[in-house]
């Protein structure tokens, strides 16, 4: 049989799972029923589809008042048992239809996390973690795409978290970085994360899982999550594995410095003249979104204001860190789909901050000169794109994680009829029936 680097991910998962389920030790008592402990208070989930669920598990104090923009903060526990079978809201956003997005009001209230797992168990199950993308402004874990009951009946105790989007999440200014006094700042979304992987690591054995064997996986701003977490300092040791699907690679990320320009300037357009934080944390949320809707959309991804590159969430950038090898030694799949980018992408915003897509390519590719000066297609050129911007930057972290010698599963290249963005994300979660129709097709590897 011929070696090939390139699967589709329902097979890199197949196999992760495979390796993950090996060799697993029995540490906890059997779970049997909907109500468990853990370091915090009692809950109380469900059963659903043959699978135990809890939905909206607060994994850290609310981020609202004194504790916007700061790191998120321990939960208080609490007393008598929680309900834990209605999902928590969603973090501030404008409002859109959208697949990734789940029920409910946004509020700057909303640092929940949600479990699926088996319903009973007599040995530790794997972990699997998963951060949701919508272009760190949009999506929430309460999404029905989302939803963890096929990973959960295949023996996975799978977790999906809420992280703050948007200039909640991501967001510097002299006035934070003053009050820090030498602590992190600028991406909260990220140190959310963080936070709820800190939470897997203290509770998820009361719930049947190994806090031993979590694997992070995401997709689009959730796989450039991943990337970021691979590299972060404050992440290591956190988990066992990593899956990041569609995680991009050539977008523009900003310094500390930056943001903290483009932040007062935000600041400006809210209406705060005072440089205090009391005074940016008496915005009102709503304005805040009202006034930042009005950019293109996923120009706050693209213009790169996030992530930024704080010196301690974030060091450096993705592509740095993994061609320095400084990213975490442990087993990674990475991958794109064969066209992840419709023709409209991306928005005039971009050329705005970036080269113009021709002199992006050829920056990148000298060797292409030829061809981009040559008549092409739309869809040759829009495939052109799609291997500049995110096929050879992936292939690139991936052979630099393999050179490094750290352990590596395949990387993969999915094909669709068309394979556009978020399409696997119907493979994984088995929620083939909900699949636009222009996205149906059989999965093919190169």
Same mark, same amino acid.
């Given at each position: 049989?011929?070696?090939?680097?390139?699967?589709?991910?329902?097979?890199?998962?197949?196999?992760?799972?495979?390796?993950?389920?090996?060799?697993?030790?029995?540490?906890?008592?059997?779970?049997?029923?909907?109500?468990?402990?853990?370091?915090?208070?009692?809950?109380?989930?469900?059963?659903?589809?043959?699978?135990?669920?809890?939905?909206?598990?607060?994994?850290?104090?609310?981020?609202?008042?004194?504790?916007?923009?700061?790191?998120?903060?321990?939960?208080?526990?609490?007393?008598?048992?929680?309900?834990?079978?209605?999902?928590?809201?969603?973090?501030?956003?404008?409002?859109?239809?959208?697949?990734?997005?789940?029920?409910?009001?946004?509020?700057?209230?909303?640092?929940?996390?949600?479990?699926?797992?088996?319903?009973?168990?007599?040995?530790?199950?794997?972990?699997?973690?998963?951060?949701?993308?919508?272009?760190?402004?949009?999506?929430?874990?309460?999404?029905?795409?989302?939803?963890?009951?096929?990973?959960?009946?295949?023996?996975?105790?799978?977790?999906?978290?809420?992280?703050?989007?948007?200039?909640?999440?991501?967001?510097?200014?002299?006035?934070?970085?003053?009050?820090?006094?030498?602590?992190?700042?600028?991406?909260?979304?990220?140190?959310?994360?963080?936070?709820?992987?800190?939470?897997?690591?203290?509770?998820?054995?009361?719930?049947?899982?190994?806090?031993?064997?979590?694997?992070?996986?995401?997709?689009?701003?959730?796989?450039?999550?991943?990337?970021?977490?691979?590299?972060?300092?404050?992440?290591?040791?956190?988990?066992?594995?990593?899956? +990041?699907?569609?995680?991009?690679?050539?977008?523009?990320?900003?310094?500390?410095?930056?943001?903290?320009?483009?932040?007062?300037?935000? +600041?400006?357009?809210?209406?705060?003249?005072?440089?205090?934080? &009391?005074?940016?944390?008496?915005?009102?949320?709503?304005?805040?979104?009202?006034?930042?809707?009005?950019?293109?959309?996923?120009?706050?991804?693209?213009?790169?204001?996030?992530?930024?590159?704080?010196?301690?969430?974030?060091?450096?950038?993705?592509?740095?860190?993994?061609?320095?090898?400084? &990213?975490? +030694?442990?087993?990674?799949?990475?991958?794109?789909?064969?066209?992840?980018?419709?023709?409209?992408?991306?928005?005039?915003?971009?050329?705005?901050?970036?080269?113009?897509?021709?002199?992006?390519?050829?920056?990148?590719?000298?060797?292409?000169?030829?061809?981009?000066?040559?008549?092409?297609?739309?869809?040759?050129?829009?495939?052109?794109?799609?291997?500049?911007?995110?096929?050879?930057?992936?292939?690139?972290?991936?052979?630099?994680?393999?050179?490094?010698?750290?352990?590596?599963?395949?990387?993969?290249?999915?094909?669709?009829?068309?394979?556009?963005?978020?399409?696997?994300?119907?493979?994984?979660?088995?929620?083939?029936? &909900?699949?636009?129709?222009?996205?149906?097709?059989?999965?093919?590897?190169?």
């Amino acid at each position: 049989m011929k070696s090939n680097p390139f699967f589709t991910p329902t097979i890199c998962f197949m196999v992760f799972l495979g390796v993950l389920s090996t060799n697993i030790v029995l540490q906890a008592s059997q779970i049997s029923q909907t109500t468990i402990r853990t370091r915090s208070g009692v809950i109380s989930g469900s059963i659903e589809n043959g699978v135990l669920v809890f939905k909206g598990i607060p994994f850290a104090q609310p981020p609202i008042g004194v504790l916007r923009w700061r790191p998120p903060q321990p939960v208080k526990p609490w007393k008598g048992v929680r309900s834990a079978t209605e999902w928590g809201p969603v973090c501030m956003q404008e409002r859109k239809i959208d697949p990734g997005n789940g029920p409910g009001e946004p509020s700057e209230d909303c640092l929940t996390l949600n479990v699926f797992g088996p319903p009973t168990t007599k040995t530790l199950h794997p972990v699997m973690v998963f951060f949701h993308g919508g272009g760190f402004t949009q999506g929430s874990a309460s999404a029905a795409l989302f939803d963890g009951t096929y990973l959960a009946q295949q023996g996975v105790v799978l977790v999906t978290c809420n992280y703050r989007l948007g200039r909640f999440g991501f967001f510097a200014h002299p006035a934070l970085t003053r009050e820090a006094n030498g602590g992190p700042v600028a991406n909260y979304g990220l140190m959310d994360q963080i936070a709820a992987l800190k939470w897997v690591r203290h509770n998820i054995a009361a719930f049947g899982g190994d806090a031993g064997k979590v694997t992070i996986f995401g997709e689009s701003a959730g796989g450039i999550s991943v990337n970021n977490l691979m590299i972060s300092p404050l992440a290591r040791g956190l988990f066992r594995a990593a899956i +990041a699907e569609s995680s991009f690679g050539r977008e523009r990320t900003e310094t500390l410095a930056e943001a903290e320009t483009s932040g007062t300037q935000a +600041a400006h357009r809210w209406g705060v003249t005072s440089e205090t934080t &009391e005074a940016l944390r008496k915005i009102p949320a709503s304005a805040i979104i009202a006034v930042d809707a009005k950019d293109q959309p996923f120009s706050f991804f693209l213009d790169g204001h996030v992530p930024i590159i704080d010196g301690q969430v974030v060091p450096e950038s993705v592509m740095s860190g993994f061609s320095a090898g400084h &990213e975490a +030694a442990v087993p990674f799949i990475i991958g794109v789909n064969e066209l992840e980018l419709p023709p409209a992408f991306p928005p005039p915003s971009l050329e705005s901050r970036a080269p113009s897509t021709r002199n992006f390519l050829l920056s990148y590719a000298p060797n292409m000169r030829r061809k981009v000066n040559s008549k092409r297609t739309s869809s040759q050129i829009l495939r052109s794109r799609n291997r500049h911007l995110l096929l050879l930057p992936t292939m690139h972290a991936a052979h630099r994680h393999l050179c490094t010698g750290s352990p590596s599963r395949p990387t993969y290249c999915w094909s669709t009829s068309p394979p556009l963005h978020t399409a696997p994300n119907y493979h994984t979660f088995s929620r083939l029936t &909900e699949v636009p129709f222009s996205q149906r097709g059989p999965a093919t590897h190169a």
